[in-house]
C-alpha cells in the first residue's frame, strides 16, 4: 500500500509541477515559436517510471487551461497529451541518459508539428508549412529537453541527495 501511494504521490508532484511550469511560463509555454520549459521534466521517466503518468497529467491539464484562455487550439488536447504519453513510455526506456531527451523532441515535432499544420493550415497545406511547424517544434524541444532537461537529469544523478531520491523511488 506504501509503494502505491508513494508512486502516486510521485506521479501528482510531476504533474503539478508540469502544469504549473506550463502556466507560470505560458508566453513561452503556448507561442508559435514556443520553448516548454516544462518539458524539461520529460526526461524524468529515465529515472521514474511515476513521471509517465505525471507528465502525461500534467500536459492534459496544462492544455484544457491553455485552450480554456485562448492560447491554445483544442487539438493540443488530445495530441500534445498524446505526443507526451509516448515520448514519456519512450524515454523510460532509453538506454543512457543522453539519449533520454531524444524521444519528447522527436514525438513533439512530429506529432504537434503536424497537429498545428492541419489545425491552423487546413489539410492542403504547403509541404514547407509541415516542414516549419515540424522544425519550430522540435527546436524548442531541443532547447527544453537537451539544454534544461540534459542538466536536470545529471543533477539528479550527480546531487548526492537526489541521487537517494532516484533509488528510493526508482523501483516503485
Not at 519512450?90 to 506529432?111: D, E, G
Request: proline share 7%; charged share 10%; hydrophobic share 55%.
Amino acid at each position: 500500500m506504501l509503494k502505491k501511494t508513494s508512486s502516486l504521490a510521485v506521479s501528482a508532484i510531476i504533474a503539478a509541477a508540469y502544469a504549473a511550469l506550463c502556466l507560470l511560463l505560458a508566453p513561452l509555454s503556448f507561442a508559435g515559436l514556443q520553448v516548454r520549459v516544462a518539458e524539461a521534466l520529460c526526461v524524468l521517466p529515465f529515472l521514474f517510471p511515476q513521471a509517465v503518468p505525471g507528465l502525461t497529467v500534467g500536459c492534459l491539464l496544462a492544455n484544457i487551461i491553455g485552450v480554456s484562455m485562448g492560447l491554445s487550439v483544442p487539438a493540443d488536447v488530445i495530441f500534445g497529451t498524446l505526443a507526451t504519453l509516448i515520448a514519456s513510455v519512450a524515454t523510460a526506456k532509453m538506454p543512457s541518459r543522453w539519449l533520454a531527451p531524444l524521444p519528447p523532441v522527436l514525438c513533439n515535432a512530429l506529432i504537434v508539428g503536424i497537429m498545428l499544420t492541419v489545425t491552423l493550415g487546413g489539410k492542403d497545406s504547403a509541404p514547407l508549412l509541415y516542414l516549419y511547424n515540424i522544425l519550430s517544434v522540435g527546436t524548442g524541444e531541443l532547447i527544453a529537453c537537451f539544454g534544461l532537461g540534459l542538466p536536470l537529469l545529471l543533477l539528479f544523478e550527480k546531487n548526492p541527495r537526489l541521487h537517494e531520491i532516484v533509488k528510493r523511488y526508482h523501483n516503485l
